[in-house]
């Protein structure tokens, strides 16, 4: 997954302010960046929101049709789970567990880098096709640490709900589950209107939410979203009401803040200065804590010097 720079951080507060007895909408327009050398659009981290819930990095990349191949070199975590929900294309995923596995539309790989893995990402030829959403969650302080693995999901839970295919990727949404692996209360949901529909999304006030279009447009009390910008709902709220625009597709993301202060540096996700600052030593001295990536013929990524 591509690299961030930033510091610790947390964005703003996680209410949104009231205006005439309405929670109003803070909207984020994104940052154009790059993976493996296909641009994506980046909405968070951003100094507006740094989090929602555990979920603190979210990269869209595409739609794309006969565009560059991705190739991401072998490069480090710790402390975080990179997810990749797969729309169109494929990408061939490998790590220093020994994993080798390709994700295919309508599915979610989910790496769980714990005390330390090394991983690499590229696009399998004969698919010059890409659309995906790669996202990072920050591990809870009491899971940071937890051993490295690495989860494939090629069965997710979706229904039919007024008009809308609902996809639910992670954590429980009424009376569904989904399989994939968290540490932390959170949730993500793919959504999906072939044609104009309006719906309503029960919230609970306990989680703090984004909503970021995929394709196309919705819209919530008149304020139009697409292109990338994200909606952040903030916490307190029991509902939402979308409007939905024919071919629209947007993905919900949600989720518990977490009590500990979370920091970010390259491709490391720490609770201290010090987390980090060992794992970009170890990573550059070749310590056994980052095992190779076989079968990657690339090159081996290297971080900036860190700015501390």
Not at 90 to 116: F, Y
Request: aromatic share 8%.
């Amino acid at each position: 997954m591509s690299q961030m720079q930033t510091s610790p951080f947390y964005g703003g507060p996680r209410e949104c302010p009231v205006e005439d007895g309405r929670i109003q909408i803070q909207q984020i327009a994104p940052k154009i960046s790059d993976v493996g050398g296909i641009p994506v659009a980046r909405a968070i981290p951003q100094k507006p929101r740094r989090l929602i819930g555990p979920w603190c990095f979210l990269d869209h990349i595409g739609p794309v049709t006969d565009g560059p191949l991705m190739n991401v070199g072998e490069h480090p975590h710790i402390g975080l789970q990179t997810f990749t929900w797969m729309l169109e294309g494929e990408i061939m995923h490998r790590d220093s567990l020994g994993s080798a596995q390709v994700i295919r539309p309508k599915q979610v790989n989910l790496m769980t880098a714990g005390h330390g893995i090394a991983h690499t990402e590229e696009s399998v030829e004969g698919h010059r096709t890409m659309h995906a959403v790669q996202l990072w969650i920050a591990l809870p302080l009491e899971h940071k640490d937890t051993v490295p693995r690495f989860d494939h999901y090629p069965q997710l839970p979706t229904w039919q709900e007024a008009g809308a295919e609902f996809t639910l990727l992670i954590g429980s949404w009424k009376d569904k589950q989904a399989p994939t692996l968290h540490f932390s209360p959170i949730v993500a949901l793919d959504i999906f209107a072939a044609e104009a529909t309006q719906l309503t999304l029960r919230l609970d006030p306990r989680f703090e939410y984004g909503l970021m279009p995929l394709e196309g447009r919705f819209d919530i009390d008149d304020e139009a979203f697409d292109n990338n910008n994200l909606a952040y709902l903030g916490m307190l709220r029991e509902s939402v009401t979308l409007d939905l625009h024919p071919g629209a597709r947007l993905l919900l993301i949600g989720g518990a803040p977490l009590a500990d202060t979370v920091s970010i540096w390259w491709n490391f996700v720490g609770h201290s200065k010090e987390d980090i600052a060992s794992a970009q030593a170890d990573w550059e001295a070749k310590s056994p804590r980052f095992a190779t990536v076989q079968g990657y013929n690339g090159k081996r990524l290297m971080p900036p010097p860190i700015p501390w």
